[in-house]
């Protein structure tokens, strides 16, 4: 990538830099013992057929470990397919909205997500409700809508929503790409919880999963078997009956797969959900309160109660976050910009499990480095 400016030479003392320097909100930092174990399994696993039990056993372990890491009912199952999230936007417009949806529209990928669905031939137009970024719309119990779109974490500015459904009817379809895994909820509350691998699952992109109520699998099916045309690779009913073997419709990235479910059973071997979202929250406390306490950095999100605990957005003052952000690239800290599109002098960071909240510590004691230096 070119640049303006030249990038100011700048050393950061050894002392102070991470033990690893990647920051970004997705693809996100995979763990080193993560790729150490993948590399174990070069010659067993990769390669090999995802319609045997070698690979089947792994997405058992993923399916079942999703569904301690989540905690999700009995009841409910877990789902999963190829095209990450994006991919399944297109599988929920076809598969899981009846005629109309409501949208709580509060940054890229939520206003993303309506978008796609205002366009659909087949629905009537949503009802999109937007909010400032750096906030988020309040749901409306709305008898003329079949499903409700939540976003949990909105990657794009770090607000994070609660999950509560605004009515008894409607199924509420949350999209939890960078939220799961990292933020506590409660599941009862959702219909569809899905997200895909990248962010807090720490591994590769590619994949989504779908966490689903009775409610969901009932309009999956009922959907699948009526007269819309659904194209197969999009059709939830296809992807439900696949997943209940352990396969996916068509052929997965299994290195994602892997990495997937090496995470999960870390996360869940040392505590599960609660675990995971206290480390969230304690990297959270370490950056908004630095965040706080310089002249030069406030938190983007005003609101504390909303503030993310897994991508934080921090405004910076009288200096470039675009330059900091160079000199860190020069020192290998990685993919703390701020989302483009959002168009303000921000540093964006991940405070994701794999991510020691020790980290967050010395990224902060990085960038107060190269302020001082500039
Ligand atoms: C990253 C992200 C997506 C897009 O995920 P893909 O797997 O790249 O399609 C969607 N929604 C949110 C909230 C995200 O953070």
Redo the contacts with the bound molecule.
Sequence with gaps: MSSITQTPNISIPSDLLPEDGRFGS?PSRVRPQAATALAEVATSFLGTSHRKATVKDVVHRLRVGVADLLCIPEDYEVVLGNG????FWDAAIFNLIQTRSQHLSFGA?SAKFAKGVAGAPHLADPVILTSEPGTHPQPVADPSVDAYAF?H???STGVAMDLRRPSSDGLVLV?A??GAGGLMFEPKETDVYYF?P??CLAAD?GL?LACCSPAAIERIERIGASDRWIPPFLDLSIALASSRKDETYNTPALATIFLATHQVEWINNNGGLQWAAARCSESAEIIYEWAESRTFTTPFVADTSIRSHVVATIDLHDVSADEIAQVLRANNIVDVESYRALGRNQLRVALFPAIPPSDIAALCACIDHVVEHL
Excluded: H, V
């Design positions: 997705g990450g999230s994006t991919g990928f976003t974490n909105e990657t999209d790409t960078s895909a990248q962010k992109g989504w």
